[in-house]
């Protein structure tokens, strides 16, 4: 029996011998990948479909986000409304979310109705219809949605340092504007669905307490659809960034707080640097204990947070730093930021914050492992990348075993002000 009185022993996190739990990958009758984790202590599922259907391979702006979105708004035999409300009915909660390469559809249930729910997913991929009425209302708010937005210069900012980053017309860098909206054609989200939904290139994902054939259940309802069959389009970006790299943007003349935003270009996860630059980053902006946030937010007060972060992109990515601070003292926090490159280029870091970032970065993991719905999301994002479980085990042995000098050279090489690309709205 557990002995209350007395405290357990502390172990640091970097100790934990930390495992990847392994997935279980199946093949439906039409090759479509299932990779399934099963487990958990509640009786819920989720179910993940990813199709290569991102705005990396739309022909025409906000294409793939509107098809994605227009998914759950009606099919040859259901409204919207008799979709939401066939979901809602069971307590089952049915997304949808587009990025840069892939578009997706998750279901979250109870696991006993599995079965009845995963028939309608399977509507939504093979039936769905565009109604003409769901689509002006789409455009409608998405417009009002964005006029608003367009007041706050923290979305502003987000929008304009990654046309810097990557050229506008490339898919990470371009964005919105009411004008696209206008332009959006029914016809041109019918193609695309047809292209990239029904015909088109899909992986799927299981996690929680399965059902006992849950396998067996997706093969009957999406193994017989001619998903995988035809080869994905051949399509390429250049990367054109912008020329300057210094910007200042008046977005409200009135406006008190200023959205800073600093970023250079960075490798995709493939590049050995990419898990030594992880640790370098929390060090320096990564984490609530991160010297940017000890020094702008706590000791100076010019925000209530500063982060630094390496973006989540699959082809190419971009080492950021961002933050909102009051306009009279935006200037003072860049020169800030730069004063902590300068010190992490100049100086060693300290065994006892090395050890600190260690046990911080060790025990974020653990926290990310907790349950199968975090494990099947990691292994999503390794299989999406083209990459396996050693590269988990190899991030693992770098935080270990990365050493001050490296950490220091790393600095040098990367965090020079530079290789930055520089932007403050107001």
């Known amino acids: 029996m557990l002995n209350r009185n007395l405290a357990p022993d502390i172990t640091n996190a970097v100790d934990l011998d930390l495992k990847l739990r392994p997935l279980t990958t199946h093949t439906l009758k039409n090759q479509v990948p299932v990779y399934t984790v099963d487990g958990g202590a509640q009786d819920v599922v989720m179910v993940e479909w990813v199709f290569y259907a991102g705005n990396w391979y739309e022909q025409k702006n906000i294409v793939a986000a509107t098809t994605n979105f227009m998914l759950k708004n009606g099919t040859k035999s259901r409204s919207a409304f008799a979709i939401n409300e066939y979901f809602e009915f069971y307590g089952a909660y049915l997304n949808r979310s587009c990025y840069n390469e892939t578009a997706t559809i998750t279901l979250h249930c109870l696991s006993k109705h599995l079965a009845e729910l995963l028939p309608v997913v399977a509507e939504l991929i093979t039936e769905s219809v565009f109604p003409q ?208 490159m300068q010190v992490l280029r100049d100086e060693a870091v300290d065994a006892e914050e090395l050890e600190l970032v260690r046990n911080y970065m060790i025990g974020s993991l653990l926290g990310d492992l907790d349950g199968p719905f975090q494990i099947i999301s990691r292994w999503k994002t390794y299989l999406l990348n083209g990459l396996d479980e050693n590269y988990f085990y190899n991030s693992i042995h770098t935080i270990r075993t990365i050493t001050a000098p490296e950490l220091q050279a790393l600095a040098n090489q990367y965090l020079q002000p530079d290789n930055f690309y520089e932007l403050v709205v107001v």
């Open 133 to 340: 009425e769901e689509l002006a209302i789409y455009k409608q708010n998405q417009k009002q949605r964005l006029e608003v937005n367009l007041r706050k210069c923290d979305f502003i900012a987000n929008r304009l340092i990654d046309e810097y980053l990557f050229g506008f017309d490339h898919p990470y860098g371009k964005y919105t504007s009411t004008l696209d909206y206008d332009q959006l054609d029914r016809v041109e989200l019918e193609a695309f669905y047809q292209q990239f939904y029904q015909n088109g290139r899909c992986k799927i994902f299981a996690a929680g307490k399965l059902p006992a054939d849950t396998v067996g259940m997706i093969d009957r309802i999406f193994g017989e659809l001619p998903l995988n069959r035809q080869e994905m389009p051949k399509v390429q970006h250049p990367v054109l960034p912008a020329a300057e790299k210094k910007y200042r943007i008046i977005n409200d003349e009135q406006g008190v707080q200023g959205a800073i935003r600093l970023a250079m270009p960075f490798p995709n996860r493939h590049h050995p640097d990419f898990p030594k630059v992880q640790v370098l980053n929390n060090i320096f902006g990564g984490f609530f204990g991160s010297r940017l946030m000890s020094n702008i937010r706590e000791d100076k007060g010019y925000t209530y947070g500063i982060h630094s972060y390496l973006q989540n992109h699959i082809h190419h990515s971009a080492w950021m730093v961002s933050t909102e601070a009051g306009r009279d003292v935006c200037e003072a926090t860049i020169t800030e930021v730069y004063k902590e």
